[in-house]
């Protein structure tokens, strides 16, 4: 089948080009070993050599993120979300602002069954279209019984207001905003959930691989001036794509 890729990725370039030149970047490490980050010396292309333990950030074969483009396969596994509202707290840990939701909430897919444990944000996208970012992407990470991840991501980009524009946003690294009342993650999530799956790995160290992705189709929006907060407030956290190295994408109908 056909890439389901839109040109209207062209317009969240422009945008996300917009923010970050006036973003200052507050980002700071949330710990005294804080031992990798996003800039030049601490960086991406450092990662594999900082620590043995985030060799396979060098030497992987199975990375992620990556581009989606090009002809993709189709792929017949039924998805299910089975999120429910619950507790949930946000904390600004230093590489990212992450949400910790309550136990409960469940991801279905194909004959497996994923626990989600939190999201989380980068902007700009990890993920890329044709060579395009989105300015900010969700990660929502899951784990099944026998400890293998699945991370569910959706793009956002600038339009009407939405749940993320509700959501607590704590400035400085290490600091926890208890969420009031619940949450449901599923608010979060676009109606169509349509998907790109692909295998891969952490975008982090120790860039373990052996996660299931799932990218879906559909972006959710949120007013400019969030994308605008949760880039001065994150600074610029993505992980630049990685070749498939063979691996074949695959897309729901």
């Given at each position: 089948?056909?890439?389901?890729?839109?040109?209207?990725?062209?317009?969240?370039?422009?945008?996300?080009?917009?923010?970050?030149a006036g973003t200052t970047g507050l980002y700071a490490?949330?710990?005294?070993?804080?031992?990798?980050?996003?800039?030049?010396?601490?960086?991406?292309?450092?990662?594999?050599?900082?620590?043995?333990?985030?060799?396979?950030?060098?030497?992987?074969?199975?990375?992620?993120?990556?581009?989606?483009?090009?002809?993709?396969?189709?792929?017949?596994?039924?998805?299910?979300?089975?999120?429910?509202?619950?507790?949930?707290?946000?904390?600004?840990?230093?590489?990212?602002?992450?949400?910790?939701?309550?136990?409960?909430?469940?991801?279905?897919?194909?004959?497996?069954?994923?626990?989600?444990?939190?999201?989380?944000?980068?902007?700009?996208?990890?993920?890329?279209?044709?060579?395009?970012?989105?300015?900010?992407?969700?990660?929502?990470?899951?784990?099944?019984?026998?400890?293998?991840?699945?991370?569910?991501?959706?793009?956002?980009?600038?339009?009407?207001?939405?749940?993320?524009?509700?959501?607590?946003?704590?400035?400085?690294?290490?600091?926890?905003?208890?969420?009031?009342?619940?949450?449901?993650?599923?608010?979060?999530?676009?109606?169509?959930?349509?998907y790109i799956t692909f295998d891969g790995s952490l975008?982090?160290?120790?860039?373990?691989?052996?996660?299931?992705?799932?990218?879906?189709?559909?972006?959710?929006?949120?007013?400019?001036?969030?994308?605008?907060?949760?880039?001065?407030?994150?600074?610029?956290?993505?992980?630049?794509?990685?070749?498939?190295?063979?691996?074949?994408?695959?897309?729901?109908?």
């Amino acid at each position: 089948m056909k890439s389901p890729i839109s040109r209207r990725t062209a317009f969240a370039v422009c945008l996300l080009a917009v923010i970050m030149a006036g973003t200052t970047g507050l980002y700071a490490a949330s710990e005294e070993n804080h031992v990798w980050d996003y800039g030049l010396e601490l960086g991406p292309e450092q990662w594999a050599g900082i620590k043995s333990e985030f060799a396979t950030c060098g030497t992987g074969r199975e990375q992620s993120p990556v581009d989606i483009s090009g002809e993709m396969d189709t792929a017949a596994t039924p998805i299910s979300f089975e999120y429910t509202a619950g507790k949930a707290s946000v904390v600004n840990n230093g590489h990212t602002v992450q949400v910790n939701v309550a136990p409960g909430s469940k991801l279905s897919f194909g004959d497996g069954e994923y626990d989600l444990l939190q999201f989380h944000f980068h902007t700009p996208s990890e993920t890329t279209f044709e060579g395009l970012h989105y300015p900010l992407e969700a990660h929502f990470v899951h784990r099944n019984a026998e400890g293998k991840l699945a991370v569910v991501a959706v793009m956002i980009r600038a339009g009407a207001a939405g749940s993320i524009d509700t959501l607590p946003v704590p400035e400085l690294a290490g600091e926890t905003t208890e969420i009031q009342g619940a949450i449901d993650p599923e608010d979060f999530l676009p109606p169509e959930t349509g998907y790109i799956t692909f295998d891969g790995s952490l975008t982090t160290p120790p860039c373990s691989e052996g996660v299931r992705w799932i990218v879906l189709k559909s972006p959710v929006t949120t007013e400019p001036e969030v994308l605008s907060r949760f880039a001065a407030i994150i600074g610029r956290n993505n992980r630049p794509t990685h070749p498939l190295n063979g691996r074949m994408l695959q897309a729901s109908e």
